[in-house]
C-alpha cells in the first residue's frame, strides 16, 4: 500500500464506510463477519498496544495475520512514546501480514488509558501527538490515520489538532463526536467535524451514532465517510443501503429493507451466527472462542421470537459443540420459517 491510498480508495468510492475499531470486537472473526456481507466495508482493528507489539512476538502472530476477504485491513495501536510506535510500525508494515494502513488511537477516553498518556489525553498533549504521526510516518511505507474526538474536555482547538496531525503526516482522520469527557454520553454531534473538513486537505471520517449506511451517507455530508461501531453488533447488515439493494447481490432480498434498515431473515441470521462462531474458533481456539461468541450471538438474536431461552442458553455455553446444538434447535423449531423476517413481526 502507498501514502496515497486514502485518495486512491476516493477515487473509486464517493465516500468510504468503515467498521469502527472496537476492542472486544474487531477481532478477525468479527470483521470477516463484516466483510462477508458487506465486502465495501474498511475494517480497523481494534486497539494494540504498541508496546505490547514490539515486546510480544506472540501479540503481532496472532493478532496481524488475517483473510484476504478483511482486506484491506488497517490496524489500530495506541501508546505514547513516538519511538516505540516507530518500532511498532516496522513489525506491522512487514509484507507477510499484508496491513494496508496504520491508524493511531487519540480517542480512548478510558481512566487507565488516559492516565498512562494513551488514547484522548494525546488531544491535550498534542506535540506527542504529532510526534507519534511523524515518527509513524517515517518508519513506514503504509499510511497513518487517526482516530480522535471533538476536543478532550471542550477547550481544545480541533482545526488547530488536525492541521498539526496532517502537517506530520497523518492521511485520513476520524473524529467521534463527542469530547472524551463525554465518553458515551450525549448525542454525537458532527457540526464541528463538517466545519474541520472545510480546513485540512485530508479525508474527515465522522463518527458516532450512526445508524446504518444511509444515515451514514446523509450524514456523512461534506466529508469523506463515516464510521458505524455499535450498531455493527450482531448486524453486519447494518452497513447496507438503499444503493446495496437495487444491485443483482441484494435485489432479491430488497423486502426486507424499510426506512434504511435490513432485517434479515431467520435463515440469514442463522446462517452469519454460524459464520462468525465458526471464525471465532478457527482463529481463537475452542475455548477461547466459544466463550468469546456469547455476547455476540445474544446480538444477532435480540429480534428472535423465545429468545429469552436462547439468549440464556447461548450466554451460559461452554462449549463450540453447545453452541452449534443451540444453533442447529432453532434451526429446527424454527423450520417452516427461515425465510420470515423476525423483525419485521413474520414471525409470532
Ligand atoms: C466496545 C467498544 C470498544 C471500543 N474500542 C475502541 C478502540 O479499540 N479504538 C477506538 O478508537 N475506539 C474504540 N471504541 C469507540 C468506537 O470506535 C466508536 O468511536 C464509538 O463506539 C462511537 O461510534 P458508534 O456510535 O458508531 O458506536 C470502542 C467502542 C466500543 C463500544
Redesign the pocket.
Known amino acids: 500500500m502507498s501514502k496515497s491510498f486514502w485518495q486512491d480508495q476516493l477515487q473509486i468510492h464517493e465516500k468510504l464506510c468503515f467498521l469502527?475499531?472496537?476492542?472486544?470486537?474487531g477481532d478477525s472473526a468479527y470483521r470477516q463477519s463484516m466483510k462477508r456481507v458487506a465486502p465495501h466495508v474498511y475494517c480497523i482493528s481494534?486497539?494494540y498496544s504498541a508496546d505490547g507489539l514490539i515486546h510480544s512476538k506472540f501479540l503481532a502472530d496472532s493478532v496481524l495475520p488475517h483473510q484476504t476477504i478483511e482486506d484491506p485491513l488497517i490496524i489500530?495501536i495506541f501508546g505514547k512514546d513516538p519511538e516505540v510506535f516507530a518500532k511498532a510500525a516496522k513489525i506491522i508494515s512487514d509484507p507477510k501480514y499484508n496491513i494496508a494502513g496504520i491508524d493511531v488511537?487519540m480517542?480512548?477516553p478510558a481512566k487507565k488509558v488516559v492516565r498512562s498518556g494513551h488514547g484522548s489525553s494525546l488531544l491535550i498533549n498534542e506535540q506527542t501527538a504529532f510526534d507519534i504521526v511523524k515518527a509513524l510516518d517515517e518508519a513506514t511505507h503504509l499510511p497513518i490515520s487517526v482516530?480522535t474526538r471533538l476536543s478532550f474536555d471542550g477547550n481544545q482547538d480541533l482545526i488547530a489538532f488536525a492541521q498539526g496531525l496532517q502537517k506530520s503526516g497523518a492521511k485520513l482522520v476520524t473524529i467521534?463526536g463527542r469530547t472524551a469527557k463525554q465518553a458515551y454520553t450525549g448525542n454525537?454531534d458532527f457540526t464541528n467535524i463538517y466545519e474541520l473538513q472545510k480546513h485540512v486537505d485530508i479525508p474527515v471520517i465522522g463518527?458516532?451514532?450512526?445508524e446504518n449506511y444511509d444515515d451514514g451517507m446523509k450524514k456523512a455530508q461534506n466529508l469523506n465517510g463515516f464510521?458505524?461501531?455499535?450498531?455493527s453488533f450482531g448486524n453486519p447488515w447494518a452497513f447496507l443501503g438503499k444503493k446495496h439493494f437495487e444491485t443483482d447481490t441484494w435485489k432479491d432480498h430488497v423486502n426486507g429493507f424499510k426506512d434504511g434498515i435490513y432485517y434479515p431473515t431467520l435463515g440469514e441470521m442463522l446462517e452469519a451466527m454460524d459464520f462468525h462462531a465458526d471464525k471465532l474458533v478457527a482463529t481463537k481456539g475452542e475455548k477461547k472462542g466459544s466463550l468469546e461468541i456469547r455476547k455476540h450471538l445474544v446480538q444477532y438474536i435480540k429480534s428472535f421470537p423465545g429468545v429469552k431461552e436462547y439468549r440464556k442458553r447461548l450466554v451460559t455455553t461452554e462449549s463450540y459443540s453447545q453452541t452449534q446444538e443451540t444453533i442447529l434447535e432453532l434451526r429446527q423449531k424454527f423450520s417452516a420459517d427461515l425465510l420470515k423476517r423476525p423483525g419485521l413481526g413474520e414471525i409470532e
Open positions: 469502527a475499531p472496537m476492542d472486544g470486537y481494534e486497539f489500530q488511537n480517542g480512548c482516530k467521534h454525537a463518527n458516532g451514532d450512526v464510521m458505524i461501531g455499535r450498531r
